[in-house]
């Protein structure tokens, strides 16, 4: 088993490169929080490096002896990472120019919908439009229900039509002639 | 019993399309399926007599032990009659009611019919998860025809409160059910009854089990979803609310009651909210106008009744229960559809307002009336046998206070019954005075009388003619009923029409004397009902109730939902440093043993070089130097990995770094030049103190961690599986193509859709329109061409035009390579730079070629490889501007990137294919004449995947923040597109920017007003971001 104990200059510099990450990453400034993120990356990426143990040749068979190679598997693990932090940063770079576009800035706003969600649990005001505004009865709402029936009602166009009910409508003979208009 | 839900499911699917092809006769067909079941059922009768009914036991999901069991007994063959029965009666019905032009017949059909496969599946199940299914599935259909009429208010607000009242009550059975089930050791209803549990589980089970009933059979506090379900069109209260659904609380509280019955909290639950449910609902129903809201406040009072009879023990009792049950399906049904006949013939089911209909529609008054009587216990009705029964049955029993009090509300109950069904059929069909104006001072006319069909009339007439045929048979109910009533204790009962002048006949004589007494002064009643006013309405409380649910809702989201994003990260990262504070002092972790300050002197250095680049890039203000910076530190980092002996990933790492730093200035020259000022001093030392503790608890974790390790590491075989399997010597080159090929799999796919999505941002229409080639940059105007133009270059301008124009118009063996340049705008091209790129470009691609075939066995691979292609496109990019990225990658990145993920993962497929597991590799060696021998693995090709992905993705970057950002800030100075009018107007703009250099991006395109000639103001290009524009 290789030598697992820490060599303390990498993880120092995973430790800074961490603080300076998640002091960028809790910026409004999207340029600024993906530099953060680039930071953060680069700070677990050591972390990796340094959970493989101590530094070693190249992990190159033939070229390195077996025994005093680094160990290969954080490099394998560290090397999909940094590439997907490439695709990552394309991707933030583009919501901050997103953003630059429609609002001439490229800063995190607050969720506008959040606030007024918050205000208005604030004023105890219902949170959204309910079918129950408690106003009518059963009574009042009974007295409006009808149903679509009965064969006199409009000329049948044929199985098929589109449905013609408005709300609380049913099949009452129009009366003839006069004002229709 | 599958082959008829089966039909019932086929029948429900086929409904829209019947209903389109056929119009409403197709509820004819409809018809089929639930009479499909009555008929059934009635040909077991003999069996189910017997007490051999038939069973059909089906295995559906073993490891739950959920089989599709079904059984006919007594009470499932009663069940199914009056399901399938009345189901096909309401749908012949149906044919007739609606108009033909009325809306969402179809689906109105097709849920109709499945709601009767539910109930019949429900009726007849004897699984108890099974029966908890069906009982949802009866919920579900029955909110959607609640709601059929989804336009309006009313139906929404009933459809939606009924189905969250009876699933509360369904979940609770279910945890009944579940507890019954995991107790009795079978979840077979029929184990269950003949061995039931017994103890604290059974009365906990019991009172979840009767919690689900009363929602579904609408008993008080329970009850108000039903009389808000008559929103419902009237056939759908007349099967739903009338015959089927509420019933399957009453069902089951009967199938359940033989084995629980004598439980005291059984009894004491159903003796409760049955009585009081009797009384309550009478008391409502009495002071109703609309005919429907009558008859349904009158339901609840009868499902009261019913699961007092068949849920209290004592076999006198639930012999009459049963037949109870199976007359108020009849006439309650009846009277339903009684009332649609009304309703459609006069257009109000107001009773204040309907005067001499029975005149009108003898044949539907009639039906009413025999329903009415039945309802009310006349004799020689269903209702009086099951009534006399009942009272005869209860009266035995009423040998305790408690006991007496249930016949006491009984008489009650009936009395008030007999006054509210008098009352409903004098208000529908009596002739009587009407007021002269409403409540509304409207003035009140008869209403006109039409004729409805004989088919309207039929189903109704049917019902009601049944209840006075069963009422003259008791003799054959009981026989048919006995059985059930056998599984329950006590004292055999009897149905008789005449049983002599015992107490039950005068108590019945009581009823019907107080109740026409009641009817009578019915003026009187309503005065006297009008001033009771009620404290506390069950339908307000939870109206109320759902309102509180709301604001606490509102409450919670306000306080967690901030829509700040750094204060959810701030929250997300310090509860990482307090559980990884705690993780680490507590779990007892050994500290390392020892600690080496470095494994080589240079770490200190471009450590240092790492975390000082770092700092500075958080603090400065101005972005291009943040981003140099940040560069530097990456830089840093590649070379500490260099240091490590890990020379993959410090290859990897720099050309990342290389290409992230010219991504970062493609988009930087559209955003402001500084960074905005912010000064918010506490909140940013909080920043500051949350990022020291996580950089603190991160260093010890990375102290801590590696210590930790008991095992040794799999990588240890990894040098000789990679040359033995792998068949390479770069051991991290063939983990990612081989040992760890799914990983890479996974991970270039994220690549893909990353890329996508950067695509999917900047190209806001489409992303696969065509690719700029330099033969199609004729006449549009010049790139990168928002610096003003010295008067020298613009005439040098003309004859370069002129040249190019000529050199393409022969395109052949002379052309000029890197070509496009001549699209640039002139101040823009420079010459260095083009020699160079020409000198380079093929170098680096075979560079990259060579890093992507070697990698197998020294540093490189297709990552490597990709991103040095890809570099060598973004020099020619920089060097001719995004005409000449077309030419020298005339290929969609799409394109690109799938053939790489369909590569790599192709790859795997076919090693499958040969018979290896997904995404082996296979070597292959063979000798070449001149090259001697070459060993091929075919991993090599899942590189190559790699290789086209990452290609993909630069390229894709490039095409979007490069050439399309472009094309938008030229699009945003659309000036610039002419040469002749540029140099005038385009200077204004140039002017402003070198006075503002921190708003010199959001300027552009706006100062149009100056337009003399300032010739060679050249201010422009020293603002901090011009360079890379």
């Given amino acids: ?181 | 019993m599958l082959l008829l839900l089966a039909v019932h499911l086929a029948m429900a699917l086929a409904a829209p399309v019947l209903v389109s092809r056929l119009g409403r006769r197709a509820f004819f067909v409809l018809a089929l399926a639930p009479a499909s079941a009555a008929v059934w059922a009635l040909s077991q009768t003999r069996a189910v007599l017997d007490g051999d009914g038939p069973t059909e036991v089906v295995a559906w999901v073993p490891a739950l032990s959920i089989e599709l069991a079904f059984r006919l007994d007594t009470l499932g063959w009663l069940m199914t009659l009056l399901v399938g029965g009345v189901g096909a009666l309401v749908l012949v019905y149906c044919a007739a009611y609606f108009s033909a032009s009325a809306g969402g017949l179809g689906r109105f059909g097709g849920v109709l019919v499945a709601f009767a496969g539910a109930m019949l599946g429900l009726v007849t199940t004897d699984d108890l998860l099974l029966l908890y299914v069906f009982w949802e599935l009866t919920t579900v259909f029955s909110y959607l025809l609640i709601g059929h009429y989804s336009d309006r208010k009313a139906s929404r607000r009933a459809a939606m409160q009924a189905i969250i009242l009876t699933t509360f009550g369904g979940l609770a059975m279910l945890v009944g059910l579940v507890l019954l089930g995991e107790a009795g050791g079978s979840y077979r209803v029929s184990d269950v009854l003949a061995d039931p549990p017994t103890g604290a589980v059974a009365s906990v089970a019991v009172v979840l089990l009767l919690l689900g009933a009363l929602s579904k059979s609408a008993l008080v506090p329970l009850h108000f979803w039903l009389p808000a379900a008559m929103a419902a069109p009237t056939p759908v209260s007349a099967y739903l609310h009338a015959a089927a659904m509420v019933k399957a609380g009453v069902y089951l509280v009967a199938r359940f009651a033989p084995a629980f019955a004598d439980l005291p909290v059984w009894k004491a639950v159903v003796a409760v909210a049955g009585t009081w449910t009797l009384v309550h609902g009478g008391y409502r129903a009495l002071r109703q106008y609309d005919l429907k809201l009558v008859l349904a406040f009158g339901t609840v009072s009868q499902l009261g009744l019913l699961v007092l009879l068949v849920g209290l023990p004592g076999r006198a009792t639930a012999l009459a229960g049963l037949a109870m049950l199976g007359a108020h399906a009849m006439f309650k049904a009846s009277l339903f559809l009684v009332v649609g006949i009304v309703d459609a013939a006069t257009g109000t089911r107001d009773l204040r307002r309907l005067t001499g209909v029975g005149r009108a529609l003898p044949l539907t008054a009639t039906a009413g009336a025999l329903a009415t009587l039945s309802m009310i216990g006349m004799f020689p009705f269903a209702g009086f046998v099951a009534k006399e029964a009942a009272l005869e049955a209860l009266l035995a029993e009423a040998t305790t206070p408690s006991g007496l009090l249930v016949v006491v509300g009984m008489v009650v109950g009936s009395a008030l019954t007999v006054a509210y069904g008098l009352r409903f059929w004098w208000g529908a069909f009596a002739d009587k005075r009407l007021p002269a104006t409403d409540d509304d001072g409207a003035p009140v006319e008869p209403p006109h009388v039409s004729r409805p069909s004989l088919v309207l009339v039929a189903p109704a007439a049917v019902l009601a003619v049944l209840g006075l045929v069963t009422g003259l048979l008791p003799g054959l109910g009981e026989t048919l009923l006995a059985p059930h009533a056998a599984g329950y204790a006590g004292e055999e009962g009897h149905l008789v029409l005449w049983a002599g002048f015992k107490p039950a006949f005068w108590l019945t004589v009581l009823v019907l004397a107080a109740g026409a007494a009641m009817f009578a002064a019915r003026a009187w009643v309503e005065r006297a009902q009008s001033r009771v006013s009620v404290p506390l309405d069950a339908d307000r409380a939870y109206r109320r109730l759902m309102r509180r649910l709301d604001d606490a809702a509102a409450d919670v989201t306000a306080l967690t939902q901030r829509g700040s994003l750094p204060f959810y990260l701030g929250v997300i990262l310090l509860a990482m440093v307090a559980l990884q504070t705690v993780a680490l002092t507590r779990t007892g972790l050994p500290g390392p043993d020892e600690v080496r300050l470095y494994d080589r002197p240079a770490q200190l250095v471009v450590g240092g070089l790492a975390v000082a680049g770092a700092v500075l890039a958080a603090n400065a203000r101005r972005r291009l130097k943040a981003v140099v910076l940040a560069g530097v530190s990456g830089y840093g980092v590649a070379a500490l990995f260099m240091l490590h002996g890990a020379p993959d990933l410090a290859l990897t790492q720099v050309l990342v770094e290389t290409v992230t730093l010219v991504v970062f200035v493609l988009v930087l020259r559209r955003l402001p030049a500084y960074f905005s000022v912010r000064p918010l001093a506490a909140s940013r030392w909080l920043r500051m103190a949350i990022g020291v503790a996580s950089g603190l608890v991160v260093g010890a974790l990375a102290l801590v961690v590696p210590t930790a390790r008991v095992h040794p590491p799999v990588s240890e075989d990894f040098p000789e599986e990679a040359y033995v399997f792998g068949g390479g010597r770069n051991i991290v080159n063939v983990t990612l193509v081989d040992i760890r090929a799914w990983d890479t799999t996974g991970e270039i796919a994220v690549l893909l859709v990353a890329a996508t999505g950067v695509a999917s941002l900047i190209f806001l229409s489409t992303r696969s329109g065509s690719i700029f080639r330099s033969s199609s940059a004729r006449g549009s105007g010049y790139v990168w061409d928002s610096v003003p133009q010295p008067a020298v270059i613009r005439r040098l301008t003309v004859d370069a035009r002129a040249q190019h124009a000529a050199g393409t118009l022969s395109p052949g063996r002379n052309r000029e390579w890197l070509g496009a340049g001549s699209t640039l705008a002139p101040q823009r091209r420079s010459v260095v730079f083009e020699i160079i790129t020409r000198l380079l470009f093929h170098s680096m691609v075979v560079v990259g070629l060579y890093l992507l075939f070697a990698g197998h066995n020294s540093p490189g691979g297709g990552f490597a490889g990709g991103l040095v292609v890809g570099i060598a496109l973004i020099v020619r990019y920089l060097a001719g501007g995004r005409y000449e990225l077309g030419d020298a990658a005339p290929v969609h990145p799409g394109l690109l990137l799938g053939l790489g993920l369909f590569l790599s993962a192709g790859v795997g497929l076919v090693a499958v294919l040969a018979g290896g597991s997904l995404l082996q590799s296979v070597i292959i060696e063979f000798a070449v004449p001149v090259l001697g021998p070459i060993k091929l693995v075919t991993s090599v090709f899942f590189d190559i995947g790699v290789f086209l992905l990452v290609l993909g993705v630069v390229l894709d970057v490039l095409r979007s923040l490069g050439a399309e950002i472009d094309r938008h800030s030229e699009e945003a100075a659309p000036d610039s597109a002419d040469p002749e009018v540029r140099g005038t107007e385009r200077v204004s703009a140039g002017a402003r920017e070198g006075q503002d250099p921190g708003a010199g991006a959001g300027t552009r395109g706006r100062g149009t007003s100056m337009s003399e000639p300032i010739d060679g103001s050249l201010s422009g290009r020293g603002t901090g971001e011009g360079g890379g524009r």
């Fill in chain 1, 1 to 181: 088993m290789i030598d697992t104990s820490p060599s303390l200059a990498l993880v120092v510099v995973a430790a800074a490169l961490t603080a300076v990450g998640v002091y960028l990453l809790l910026e409004r400034s999207l340029t600024r929080v993906l530099l953060g993120v680039i930071f953060l990356s680069n700070a677990v990426n050591v972390v990796l490096l340094v959970s493989g143990g101590r530094a070693g040749g190249a992990p190159i068979v033939d070229y390195t002896d077996e025994d005093s190679m680094s160990d290969p598997l954080p490099q394998a693990l560290i090397l999909t990472a940094i590439v997907i932090t490439l695709g990552m940063t394309a991707f933030l770079l583009a919501m901050a120019y997103r953003s630059w576009q429609l609002n001439q800035h490229d800063e995190v706003q607050d969720d506008l919908e959040d606030r007024r969600v918050a205000q208005r649990a604030a004023r105890d005001e219902a949170a959204y439009l309910s079918d129950d505004d408690g106003t009518t009865t059963l009574e009042q709402e009974a007295a409006e229900v009808h149903d679509e029936t009965g064969d006199d009602g409009p000329p049948s166009s044929g199985p098929g039509t589109p449905p013609s009910s408005a709300p609380g409508s049913h099949a009452v003979p129009t009366p003839e002639g006069g004002d229709a208009r």
